[in-house]
T-cell receptor, first 116, second 114 residues
Framework: ETGVTQTPRHLVMGMTNKKSLKCEQH?????MYWYKQSAKKPLELMFV???????ENNSVPSRFSPECPNSSHLFLHLHTLQPEDSALYLC???????????????FGPGTRLTVL | AQSVSQHNHHVILSEAASLELGCNYS??????LFWYVQYPGQHLQLLLK??????LVKGIKGFEAEFIKSKFSFNLRKPSVQWSDTAEYFC????????????FGSGTKLNVKP
């Protein structure tokens, strides 16, 4: 596998379910990101991890819980979601640090989440 | 509120027509600028980027973008589009004062008619 992979690619869940999204990057990067992509809206940055430490939580509801066990893996744990949480969830990675030219993001294919 | 604006939400062109997609942002200071493309059914891919130096940057597939600092703009251009350019295009801004954050526009869907 190369680049950034995400599993599952599609997920349908009820509001009371608990599920997890997985992201893995094979690029040797030290920063990973979760984004939410909804139709006709800008990509919304949710969480940022640098060197496995969370450095940004963009006011995301607690029903979304990220986990970064190492620099290559990132999870998004989902619990009691709402129908408005249905969206495409994208993972990205980058090589964070100076010079700024390294701060280019590489995206995974996304997980299409539907909450019933 | 600070933002990234892509004023054209949907653009339809015929093959060989010229393309210009607008991107304006409201973040001050030094910024990194990106254009990403998302082809149907595929993931976001980097088209081009600007960090410093020549404000006219060239990317893949014949795309280029011009950074005009005074106008807070980073417009994407291509002199002659092809049917294969049909995709959604996203402008993104990374302000250096907040290195962790990337701000995206809402995207422009481009349909190129053969």
């Amino acid at each position: 596998e190369t680049g950034v992979t995400q599993t599952p690619r599609h997920l349908v869940m009820g509001m009371t379910n608990k599920k997890s999204l997985k992201c893995e990057q094979h690029l040797g990067h030290n920063a990973m990101y979760w984004y939410k992509q909804s139709a006709k809206k800008p990509l919304e940055l949710m969480f940022v991890y640098n060197f496995k430490e969370q450095t940004e939580n963009n006011s995301v509801p607690s029903r979304f819980s990220p986990e970064c066990p190492n620099s290559s893996h990132l999870f998004l744990h989902l619990h009691t979601l709402q129908p408005e949480d249905s969206a495409l969830y994208l993972c990205a990675s980058s090589q964070w640090g100076l010079p700024s030219s390294y701060n280019e993001q590489f995206f995974g294919p996304g997980t299409r989440l539907t909450v019933l | 509120a600070q933002s990234v604006s892509q004023h054209n939400h949907h653009v339809i062109l015929s093959e060989a027509a010229s393309l210009e997609l607008g991107c304006n942002y409201s973040y001050g200071g030094t910024v990194n600028l990106f254009w990403y493309v998302q082809y149907p059914g595929q993931h976001l891919q980097l088209l081009l980027k600007y960090f410093s130096g020549d404000p006219l940057v060239k990317g893949i597939k014949g795309f280029e973008a011009e950074f005009i600092k005074s106008k807070f703009s980073f417009n994407l251009r291509k002199p002659s589009v092809q049917w294969s350019d049909t995709a959604e295009y996203f402008c993104a801004v990374n302000p250096l004062y907040n290195f962790n954050k990337f701000y995206f526009g809402s995207g422009t869907k481009l349909n190129v008619k053969p």
